[in-house]
């Protein structure tokens, strides 16, 4: 039972690293999974991304109507499938509301007798410049100019330079709350994602072959 919350600012890499996990997985198929909330089904992984990928603007949880439908979403997919992975702009940027989620699913963990550990906060965060860069080639296409900063715009920029801060500020409030997070590599955040699914993986295989040694002996 694991939930995974991919977090960072804006053009970050959050919604290109999901993209890269469907495009790798081989089956997958969009479907409902509760009210006001589509999300993809990697079959062969046992995973449910919330949300869905097809428009080019917005992705995962940004695309929901409203924040309070992802929740329950999370909680109905989990009935599904052990792993869920959600990432979004506006949440990325939220600390309080999922620091009281990440204890609750603490709960339903314990009660299943599953790993302890709420949800896990991956962070992608870039340098300051590499990020804006990204920013401005998401904003203006593939040639970066070596003005960038004023091809941006004051407001683009000043929304962004307070965005930076903030996400830095939650992943403060993360280790100080003492919640499950990790950084992914920002120049390859998606070998990060890989590397916690696989220890998931691993850890379920190595439990059923205790249990096939202990039904032997």
Not at 40 to 53: P, Q, R, T
Not at 58 to 64: L, S
Not at 71 to 80: C, G, S, V, Y
Request: proline share 3%; with cysteine.
């Amino acid at each position: 039972m694991q939930v995974i919350n991919i977090r960072g600012t804006t053009s970050s890499g959050k919604t290109t690293t999901i993209k890269e996990l469907i495009k790798d997985s081989g089956k997958s198929i969009t479907t409902q999974i509760s009210k006001g909330v589509r999300g993809v089904h990697l079959i062969e992984e046992d995973i449910i991304i919330i949300g869905e990928y097809h428009s080019k603007k917005f992705g995962g949880v940004d695309g929901i109507a409203r924040i309070e439908y992802v929740e329950p979403a999370i909680m109905k997919a989990l009935e599904r499938v052990p792993t869920i992975i959600f990432e979004g702009l506006l949440i990325s940027h939220s600390f309080e509301r999922w620091k009281i989620f990440s204890k609750r699913l603490l709960k339903l963990q314990k009660k299943y007798k599953a790993r302890e550990q709420g949800m896990i906060w991956a962070f992608i965060i870039p340098p300051f410049e590499e990020n804006l860069k990204r920013l401005y080639y998401r904003n203006n296409g593939p040639s970066i100019s070596k003005s960038y900063r004023v091809a941006l715009g004051e407001e683009k920029l000043f929304n962004f330079i307070k965005r930076f801060k903030s996400i830095h500020t939650v992943r403060n409030k993360c280790k100080k709350a003492k919640q499950s997070f990790t950084d992914l590599p920002w120049e390859h955040p998606y070998l990060g994602l890989e590397r916690i699914l696989k220890n998931k993986i691993d850890k379920v295989k190595l439990q059923k072959k205790k249990q096939r040694i202990m039904k032997f002996l």
